[in-house]
C-alpha cells in the first residue's frame, strides 16, 4: 500500500501545477494520469499563452489574469516558451466598432500593444492577407504544453514528489465523511494499487464528472470540443489572432516548426472518441485563409479534437464559448460534505499556475501548512552550466544542441556523456526535430524523471514524430532503440510500435487528396501488410 | 519569412535525393541534400541557427531536384541558406573574386600574356594556395583578349547569343566558331556583352550580386526578347541559369520576374536550336565524314535543362563518327568548386566514376558542352576534350580542327 | 533528322512504364520514356504476393506479361526471380512473414526456408535496422506457421568510417564505388557466417550492382546472401530501378528524366504530342501514341474519374476515348481504378504497349 498526503488526479496542466504547488510548500503529493502526460485539455490546445487580448473585450477582468499569468509563466518555464509576439489582424469583413473597442480595453487592462497599419503588418508578416487593414501587436508567445507539463512534474519529483502515468482512477475511499485513500489501476499491467491519503484534488478536466462520481459527487461540465489542424511549416513568425467576437478559425499559432491553426465549438457529451469531420476541416482552412491565404496550400499533416471542460453549475442548456472561462474551485466538504476532496473546473492555459495557486492554498488551509505559493517566483528548471554547453558544442551541431538545451536544460550534461561512451547514441532518430538517439534512450529509461512507457510518449518529450513523416520513420528507429536498450522485449516493441502508428495514422485520416495522403500511403504499404499484434488503444487523438 | 515557393510541403522524406548527390556518395561527413534542404528549411523558417560549413559542399549539380519525385525545389532552398552562411576571411575573400569571373576576367585580359605567366608560376600558386586555399594541383585556363563580337552579317534571322565568361575571356576563338555554326545556318547572332550569368555568384553565397547580374542583362535584352528573338548559349551553366535561375531571384519583383519568364520561355541550347531547325529541314546537312570513337559526357547543368541530350543526337548525325555516352554522373568540378582546396579531394572521388569510366571506353576524343566539364576531364584523364560543338564544325567544314 | 519524334511517349518510369516501354522497344518502336523520378520503387522492391496476382485478370496476358517482365530485368542484370506456382514467405520490416511469388533475385533469397539456420547480420552503427529484433520476430512468426524457428542475429563491424549514423544508401553508394570496402565487407561476411549457408543482410548491395557483381560478392563472403527490407529508400528497389533505365537506354530509348508532363495535346481525336516541363520552355515530343502509365500524371493530366475501353484507352463521360491514341498503362482493368500492386502495373503497362505495337502504322510517329 501506497501512501502521501495528496493525491492529485489529471496529469494537465493544473495538476501538474498543483503537484508543483504543494511540493514546493513542503506537502507529499502523487500525480495519477491515466494515460501520459497532457492527454486531455492541455495537450489537445494551441498552445497559446494568451496575453489576454482575446478577451479584453468582453471580460477586462480575465484579460488582466491572462497578462499576469502571460508574464510569470515566461519567466519560470523561459525554456518552454516561444515568445514570439502576436498580433490581432482587422479584416474588412470584421466590425470595425470591434477594432475600436480593442484598442481602448486593451490600454485599460495594461496590454503592451503598438497600433500598426496594413503595410507595417505586412512587413512584419509577409504571409497576412492582401487585404488586412490594420493590427495591433500584444505579447502573445507560444508554449509547448508537453514541455510545461513535464518541467511541473519533473521539478516536483525532483523534490520528493510522485508521479504515475498509465494509471487510471478507480475507486476513492470515503470514510465518515472522509477521504482516506484512492485505488488506482495500472492500465498497462492491468494491477491494481492503493494509495492512502488525507485529500483528493480532482483536475481531471474532461473527466472530473467521472471523477467526482467515485466519490459519490457532481461536478457539473460542459464538453466543449475545438478541432486544430497542424500545418507542415511555420506561415508566420508571430502568433496571428483575428481582432473580433471570438469564432472558429481565428487562431494561428507558430509552434516550434509547425503551425497551429483553429478552432471550432462546439458542445459533445464527453471527453472521449472526439472526431474531426471533413467540413469541419474544411471550414477551419476556408475561415484561417482569410487571414493567410497560403493557408489553402499547405500541407496539413494532423488533426486532432480536444475538449474545453466548462463550469456549468445549472443543467449545461448553453454551452461552447457564451460559458465563462473562468474557473471553480469546488470545495465538496463545504457542498457535499465529503471532506478532504476538491474539484477544480474550467479554466485556460494561460492561468493554470493560478488555479494551481488557488487549490494548493485551500489545500494548505485544510492541512495547517502555513507555507505561502512558491511558483509565481520559483523556475521550473535550472540552466545547463556554461562548462557543459562547451562541452556538447563539440560533439553535436549547434541546431541540434540548441533544440536538446531547450528540452533537456542540465540533463544534457548526461546525455552527452553518453554519447562520449558510445558515439553512436549522436544519431538523429528524428531527423525533422532533430532528436538524437541519445535523448530519445534518456526519456525512455526507466530512472529517467516521468519516464515515457510508449513511442507516443517519447514524442510528447521531445517532438519526435511531430514532423512531416508523422513518426513513419523516427516511430520505427524509436522502437528499435527501445528493444536495443531493454526496455521492451521484440514482441513489446513491435507491439508499441503498432499501436503508435494506429494513433498516428488516425490524425492522418481526415485528407482526402496532397502530400500528406501520399505520406500516409507510404507510412501504410510499409507497414500495413503486418499483422495485427495488439489491441488497438483507446479511441482519443494525441497531439 | 519569404513567400512559399520550394513545394517544401511536397517532401515525404524519402531520401532518393541523397541517393542521387554525388557529395553524399564521396564523404562521409555531408549531411546530404534532404538534411540541408528541406530539413533545415522548416528549421530555418522557425529561425533557429542552422547554418552549416556542409552547405558549401553542394555542388549545385541539381541531381536532387531531378531524383526528386515529387517536385521538391532541394537545390534552390541549399542555395538560398548559402547566400546566408558567413565564411572566414581567407576562403570569404577567395570566394568573392570565384563569384566575379566576369571581373576576373577583365582585369587578367588587360594583358593576358603576363597574367597567364603568373597564374602558371609555382611560386605564385603557393601564395595563392597559403593565403586563398585555392588548389595549385590545377591549372587555370588561358586567358585571352576578348575579341568577340557579332556577327556582321545581315541575315534573314537574327538571334541573340549570350556567351559567357569562359567563352569571352578563355575561349573567343570557340565563340567565333557558335557564329561560324549559326552563319552557316542562316542565323546571325548578335552578342549579349552584359556580363556574369549569375551561376559563380550564386554558388558563392552572393544572391544580391546575381540578382544585380540578373537584372542588368534583363535590362539589355527585354526589348529585344519582346519582339520575339531567341536567346542561344552554348554554355551548359549559362542556360539553365537563363532558363530557371533569374525566375528564382527575381521572385519578389514582379516586373523583374516577368522579364525573367520571358527570357525564360526564349532560351536555346545551341544544340537545342540547330536541332528544332534539323526538324524543320533548316539544317545544313552537308556534313564530311569523321571517322573516330568519341564518348560524349553530359553536363549536369544540360540533364537539368530537361531537353534530353540534343548534342549527343547531332553528333550521331555526322558518319563515321562512333558516339557512346559516358553516363559516370557528375564531373565533380562544378565550376569554381573543384578550384577550391578543402573541396579538392572531393571533386576528384566524386569525378572517379567518370575517370573509370573513360579508362574502360578509352575513346579517342571526348565531347561536352561545359568548360569545366572538360577541365576536369582533362586533368583526371588526359584525354583530348573538346565542345561538340567544334567536332560538329569540323564535320562541316571537312577538316581538323 | 527527326529528334523529339517518337512512335510511343511513355509516360512515368515506374514499373508499369518501364515495361511499357521494354515492349515497344522489343517491337522495334521509337520511345521516349518521361518521368519526374523514381516512383514507388524507391519505397519498396516490388515483391508480388499469390493474392495480388490472383486478383488480376486476363489470365494469358498476365503471364505474357510477367514472363515479359523477368525477362527484361534478366537481361538488364537485375533478375526477378520466383514461380507463380510456389509460393514463399519473405520477412518484412517487422519482423513478420509474407507470402511471395516473384521478387528480386536478392529480396527473394531472404525467404523462409524450412530446416535451414539462417543468419541476420546487423551492421555495426547501420541507422534503423537491428537483427536480433528481427530475429527474435522471425522466429515467433515461423512458429505461428508450424515452422521450426531457424533465425539467428549478428552484427558485424564496418571497418570504413561512413558517418555516424551510417545510411543504408551511404553504404549502398561505398559499395558500388569501392573495391576496397566490398572486400572488407566481404571478409567480413565471411567469418560471421561460418557454419551458415545463408546470411540475410539490411538491403545495402549497391544502387547498380548487376546480378554477375552480386554473385561475386557472394563467392567473396562465401555464402548465399538475402536482403532485408530497410526503411525508404529501398536500395533494392533503386537498383531495380537504376538497371532497368540503363538497360533500356542502351536498347535506344530517350529518358527524359526530372520534370512532369504538363500537357497532352489533343486535337480532333489525337494526341498529337506530348509537352514537358522542363525550366523555361515546355519540351514538346511529337507521338504516334501516348501511354499514361503515371497514376500521378493521370490524375493530373486526366482530370477526373478513370475509365478505360477494352483497349486501355480513357474514354470520357460518352464512352468515346479521350484520343485514339491515347493509352492508360496505369489501370489494372478495373474501371476506374488505378493498378495498386506491383503485378497489376506490369500487367497494366504490358497491356497498353501491347495494344500499341498491335497496329504498327497507325501508331507510328508522323
Known sequence: MESTQVVIVGGGATGAGVLWDLTLRGIPAMLLEQADIANGATGRCHGLLHSGGRYVVKDLETARDCLAENRIVKTIAAHCVEDIGGLFVQLPEDDPSFFEKWWSAAQQAGIPSKRLGAEEARALEPNLAENILGTFTCPDAHVDVFRLVLANVEASLQRGAQFRSYAQLIAIDVHNGRVRGVTYRDTRSGEEHQVACEMVVNAAGGWAQNVAALAGVDAPICCDKGTLLVLNHRLASRVVNRCRVPGDADILVPAGPVSLLGTSSMVVPGPDGLTASAEEIDALVKMGGLMIPSLAGTRILRTFSGVRALYAPQSAASGGRGVSRSFALLDHEQHDGVAGFLSIVGGKLTTYRRMAEAVADRVAEKLGVQTECGTRTTPLRSALKPAERVRAERLLPRAVLDKLECRRGPDVAAIVAAIEARPELAEQLCECEMVTRAEVEFVLGTSAPAAAETIADVGRRTRLGFGPCQGTYCGYRTMLAGFEMHRWSSEQAASEFSNYLAERWKGQSFVQEGQQLEQLGLSRELYDAQPATCAQRGTNDGK | ?401 | ?366
Open chain 2, 1 to 401: 519569412m519569404r513567400p512559399d515557393s520550394f513545394e517544401l510541403d511536397n517532401c515525404l522524406k524519402c531520401s532518393v535525393c541523397n541517393a542521387a548527390c554525388p557529395v553524399y556518395a564521396v564523404h562521409p561527413g555531408y549531411p546530404g541534400p534532404k538534411h540541408l534542404g528541406p530539413e533545415l528549411e522548416r528549421l530555418r523558417l522557425e529561425g533557429i541557427a542552422t547554418d552549416t560549413q556542409w552547405l558549401e559542399y553542394c555542388l549545385g549539380c541539381h541531381r536532387c531536384d531531378l531524383a526528386c519525385p515529387h517536385q521538391v525545389g532541394v537545390s534552390e532552398m541549399i542555395a538560398r541558406a548559402k547566400a546566408h552562411h558567413p565564411k572566414p576571411f581567407t576562403r570569404a575573400l577567395r570566394d568573392w573574386w570565384f563569384a566575379r569571373p566576369g571581373l576576373l576576367g577583365k582585369l587578367t585580359t588587360i594583358v593576358p600574356f603576363v597574367s597567364n605567366f603568373f597564374l602558371r608560376l609555382k611560386p605564385v600558386r603557393w601564395i595563392m594556395s597559403k593565403s586563398m586555399h585555392i588548389t595549385p594541383k590545377r591549372r587555370f585556363p588561358a586567358y585571352t583578349r576578348p575579341t568577340l563580337r557579332s556577327s556582321t552579317n545581315n541575315r534573314a534571322e537574327r538571334v541573340l547569343f549570350f556567351p559567357g565568361c569562359f567563352l569571352t575571356y578563355n575561349r573567343p576563338d570557340l565563340g567565333r566558331k557558335v557564329l561560324e555554326l549559326l552563319e552557316r545556318n542562316g542565323v546571325a547572332a548578335e552578342l549579349v556583352s552584359t556580363g556574369c550569368c549569375g551561376v559563380p555568384a550564386q554558388a558563392n553565397g552572393e544572391e544580391s550580386l546575381a540578382r544585380d547580374q540578373a537584372a542588368r542583362h534583363l535590362a539589355a535584352m527585354d526589348e529585344k526578347l519582346q519582339s520575339g528573338m531567341s536567346v542561344l548559349t552554348a554554355c551548359a551553366s549559362c542556360g539553365y541559369q537563363l532558363k530557371s535561375g533569374f525566375g528564382g531571384l527575381l521572385a519578389e519583383d514582379a516586373k523583374l520576374a516577368s522579364a525573367a519568364q520571358r527570357l525564360a520561355a526564349q532560351s536555346y541550347d545551341l544544340a537545342e536550336f540547330l536541332l528544332e531547325r534539323a526538324d524543320k529541314g533548316k539544317l545544313d546537312s552537308a556534313v564530311h565524314p569523321i571517322g573516330r570513337r568519341v564518348a560524349y559526357h553530359a553536363p549536369c547543368h544540360s540533364n537539368a535543362q530537361g531537353i534530353g541530350h540534343p548534342w549527343m543526337q547531332l553528333l550521331r548525325q555526322i558518319p563515321g563518327l562512333k558516339v557512346e555516352e559516358v553516363d559516370a554522373g557528375c564531373c565533380g568540378m562544378s565550376g569554381t568548386y573543384g578550384f577550391k582546396q578543402e573541396k579538392y579531394d572531393v571533386s576528384m572521388r566524386v569525378g572517379q566514376g567518370i575517370i573509370d569510366r573513360l579508362h574502360i571506353l578509352q575513346p579517342e576524343q571526348v565531347a561536352t558542352e561545359c568548360a569545366t566539364c572538360q577541365m576536369q576531364i582533362e586533368h583526371g584523364t588526359g584525354l583530348p576534350t573538346v565542345h561538340p560543338l567544334e567536332i560538329l564544325l569540323e564535320a562541316y567544314n571537312g577538316e581538323a580542327i
Open chain 3, 1 to 366: 533528322m527527326e529528334s523529339n519524334r517518337f512512335d510511343l511517349v511513355v509516360i512515368g518510369a515506374g514499373i508499369a512504364g518501364l515495361t511499357a516501354a521494354a515492349l515497344a522497344t522489343a517491337e522495334s518502336r521509337k520511345v521516349a520514356l518521361v518521368s519526374i523520378g523514381v516512383g514507388s520503387l524507391a519505397q519498396e522492391s516490388c515483391t508480388m504476393g499469390p493474392r495480388q496476382l490472383e486478383a488480376l485478370p486476363a489470365e494469358d496476358d498476365l503471364d505474357r506479361a510477367i514472363g515479359f517482365f523477368q525477362e527484361m530485368c534478366a537481361s538488364a542484370g537485375c533478375a526477378f526471380d520466383g514461380d507463380r506456382a510456389q509460393v514463399c514467405q519473405l520477412p518484412t520490416l517487422m519482423g513478420s512473414l509474407q507470402p511471395a511469388v516473384l521478387a528480386s533475385r536478392t529480396v527473394l533469397n531472404s525467404a523462409l526456408r524450412a530446416e535451414q539456420p539462417t543468419l541476420i547480420a546487423g551492421i555495426g552503427g547501420l541507422s534503423g535496422f537491428d537483427a536480433q529484433f528481427l530475429a527474435e520476430q522471425l522466429n515467433r512468426a515461423a512458429h505461428t506457421l508450424d515452422a521450426t524457428p531457424v533465425f539467428s542475429a549478428t552484427r558485424i563491424a564496418l571497418p570504413i568510417a561512413l558517418g555516424i549514423p551510417v545510411t543504408a544508401v551511404r553504404m549502398a553508394q561505398a559499395f558500388d564505388r569501392d573495391a576496397a570496402f566490398r572486400e572488407l565487407f566481404a571478409a567480413s561476411l565471411h567469418s560471421a557466417a561460418k557454419g551458415f549457408a545463408r546470411v540475410l543482410l539490411p538491403g545495402v548491395l549497391g544502387l547498380y550492382s548487376t546480378d554477375a557483381q552480386l554473385a561475386e560478392f557472394e563467392r567473396m563472403a562465401g555464402c548465399q546472401l538475402g536482403e532485408l527490407p530497410t526503411l525508404p529508400p529501398s536500395i533494392p528497389g533503386l537498383r531495380l530501378y537504376n538497371r532497368l533505365i540503363e538497360h533500356l537506354r542502351a536498347q535506344g530509348i530517350e529518358f527524359f528524366a526530372g520534370y512532369p508532363v504538363n500537357q497532352l495535346e489533343i486535337a480532333d481525336g489525337v494526341c498529337t504530342s506530348v509537352s514537358i516541363a522542363s525550366p523555361g520552355r515546355s519540351h514538346r515530343l511529337r507521338a504516334g501514341a501516348v501511354i499514361l502509365a503515371s497514376s500521378v500524371g493521370c490524375r493530373a493530366l486526366l482530370k477526373g474519374e478513370l475509365d478505360v475501353d477494352q483497349y486501355q484507352r480513357p474514354i470520357n463521360a460518352q464512352h468515346v476515348p479521350v484520343a485514339h491514341n491515347l493509352f492508360a498503362g496505369c489501370t489494372d482493368g478495373k474501371p476506374g481504378a488505378h493498378a495498386r500492386t506491383p503485378a497489376g502495373r506490369i500487367l497494366a503497362g504490358y497491356c497498353a504497349a501491347a495494344n500499341v505495337c498491335a497496329r504498327k502504322e497507325e501508331y507510328a510517329a508522323r
